[in-house]
């Protein structure tokens, strides 16, 4: 009967064992090596589809009044990624606008973009009903109102198929919703 040498620098004869040819030495940096040659291949391949998604240009949120909605007696609509665009945008009533209608829409908009950013896929969300929000600052509701006026100061164009109104893209940032 042959029996294999267990000596830390010793190779295992490939007779002795009938493990022996899956495990080619017994030095542990060898193994470790062996995994590396593998493993690097794969990071360089996924590092730059990483890369590449994070560098893509963020999504545009647009806020429009409008003459009407495609939603009869919304007080918001929310167009995620509307084709062909793929912008965002909120679509206000410009007969019955109120901060609190577009808070909530940017509230919608922002729980959309986390949960369904980077999937592709649009929505149209109406808001027909609005809580009185409980814990927003003067602040806040001076920052929404203060948007509603800037978009009302855009000249009148044509708002896709909804008639005549005004819009202007948001900058990112402009502003902050708890």
């Known amino acids: 009967m042959i029996r294999p040498t267990f000596h830390p620098r010793a190779r295992v004869s490939a007779l002795a064992s009938p493990v022996a040819p899956a495990i080619a030495t017994t030095r542990p940096h060898a193994i470790a090596a062996s995994w590396l040659r593998f493993l690097l291949p794969a990071v360089a391949f996924l590092v730059p589809l990483q890369l590449a998604a994070q560098s893509a240009a963020p999504t545009r949120t647009i806020v429009s009044l409008a003459d009407s909605l495609p939603i009869p007696n919304a007080q918001a609509v929310v167009l995620f990624h509307a084709?062909?665009?793929?912008?965002?945008?909120?679509?206000l009533p410009r007969a019955t606008v109120s901060a609190n209608a577009l808070g909530a829409a940017l509230k919608v908009l922002r729980k959309l973009d986390r949960e369904h950013g980077g999937s592709g896929r649009s929505a149209m969300i109406p808001i027909e009903g609005i809580?009185?929000?409980r814990n927003q600052s003067a602040a806040e509701r001076a920052s929404l109102r203060a948007i509603i006026a800037e978009v009302a100061q855009q000249p009148m164009t044509r708002v896709g198929s909804l008639g005549m109104g005004q819009w202007m893209p948001l900058a990112p940032g402009k502003v902050q919703l708890r």
Do not use: E, T
Not at 83 to 91: F, Q, R, T
């Open 83 to 91: 084709p062909p665009s793929g912008d965002n945008v909120i679509l």
């Open 131 to 133: 809580l009185p929000p």
